[in-house]
């Protein structure tokens, strides 16, 4: 069985964050994997460990030559190879989608890789948007948020909450799936593990699109909450206030 798995690299939510002239001050931000990826790997690589043999777990991640380490620890969690992407500058989520399914058709050639697993969101932007650009990409069936999972050789049955209650799903491969946090718990990496990473191929792939961006950012600034006091001289101001003024406490 072949699976895919997508990554990408996020600021650690501890790293001191600060803005600088409307963009991000990155000199004192950590990178860390997604925290969501974390999930997708660890389905992935349960998914190798069941059908045993022959499966292989094939990494791709859009980011610059930082995310290596990072790589390295998927590698060191289960990953049998990686593909670094090159990323456009200021990639919108079509533009990191496109070069994902491009990447992944090179690899695969016309075949296919039997499941894709994604994140459901990443940390920082949050749009949730690449898996599903993805799957349409690649012509792929997909389901997204996924809380629970259970696959044979023929078909994988998938749960997802959905407003109100949990949906279940019967899909057939091959399909791209966006897991949620709660589905497993991602194993924590050991020496040997993180040795036999090193062994591990890290390849570079240039993808060159011609497509521009479809979504742009202007500035980025901190959100600043302001908390507004009034002191009112009785009741029947405040419902004057309320009901007149339209003014929000």
Same mark, same amino acid.
Request: glycine residues 4%; charged residues 25%.
């Given at each position: 069985?072949?699976?895919?798995?997508?990554?990408?690299?996020?600021?650690?939510?501890?790293?001191?964050?600060?803005?600088?002239?409307?963009?991000?001050?990155?000199?004192?931000?950590?990178? #860390?994997?997604?925290?969501?990826? @974390?999930?997708?790997?660890? $389905?992935? %690589?349960?998914?190798?460990?069941?059908? *045993?043999? !022959?499966?292989?777990?094939?990494?791709?991640?859009?980011?610059?030559?930082?995310?290596?380490?990072?790589?390295?620890?998927?590698?060191?969690?289960?990953?049998?190879?990686?593909?670094?992407?090159?990323?456009?500058?200021?990639?919108?989520?079509?533009?990191?989608?496109?070069?994902?399914?491009?990447?992944?058709?090179?690899?695969?050639?016309?075949?296919?890789?039997?499941?894709?697993?994604?994140?459901?969101?990443?940390?920082?932007?949050?749009?949730?948007? #690449?898996?599903?650009?993805?799957? @349409?990409?690649?012509?792929? $069936?997909? %389901?997204?948020?996924?809380?629970?999972? *259970?696959? !044979?050789?023929?078909?994988?049955?998938?749960?997802?909450?959905?407003?109100?209650?949990?949906?279940?799903?019967?899909?057939?491969?091959?399909?791209?799936?966006?897991?949620?946090?709660?589905?497993?718990?991602?194993?924590?990496?050991?020496?040997?593990?993180?040795?036999?990473?090193?062994?591990?191929?890290?390849?570079?792939?240039?993808?060159?699109?011609?497509?521009?961006?479809?979504?742009?950012?202007?500035?980025?600034?901190?959100?600043?909450?302001?908390?507004?006091?009034?002191?009112?001289?009785?009741?029947?101001?405040?419902?004057?206030?309320?009901?007149?003024?339209?003014?929000?406490?």
């Amino acid at each position: 069985m072949r699976i895919a798995v997508c990554l990408c690299q996020v600021p650690d939510t501890s790293s001191v964050i600060s803005f600088v002239g409307g963009a991000i001050d990155l000199s004192r931000v950590n990178e #860390v994997m997604n925290p969501f990826d @974390e999930y997708a790997l660890e $389905e992935a %690589v349960r998914f190798k460990e069941r059908f *045993e043999g !022959s499966s292989q777990v094939t990494l791709f991640c859009v980011a610059p030559s930082s995310a290596r380490e990072m790589l390295r620890k998927a590698l060191a969690m289960g990953g049998d190879r990686a593909f670094l992407l090159s990323p456009t500058e200021h990639s919108d989520p079509f533009q990191t989608a496109l070069i994902l399914s491009r990447a992944i058709t090179d690899v695969y050639g016309d075949a296919l890789p039997d499941l894709v697993f994604c994140g459901k969101h990443s940390t920082d932007f949050q749009s949730a948007q #690449v898996p599903l650009m993805l799957a @349409e990409l690649l012509g792929m $069936e997909s %389901v997204g948020a996924i809380i629970k999972l *259970e696959a !044979s050789l023929a078909t994988i049955q998938v749960e997802r909450e959905i407003e109100g209650g949990i949906e279940s799903l019967e899909v057939h491969y091959p399909a791209l799936f966006s897991v949620e946090k709660g589905l497993n718990v991602p194993r924590k990496t050991t020496i040997k593990a993180v040795m036999e990473a090193r062994k591990k191929p890290i390849d570079f792939l240039s993808i060159t699109i011609s497509t521009s961006q479809f979504v742009s950012i202007t500035s980025i600034k901190p959100l600043v909450k302001e908390k507004k006091c009034r002191f009112l001289p009785d009741t029947q101001e405040l419902v004057r206030q309320l009901a007149h003024e339209h003014v929000l406490f």
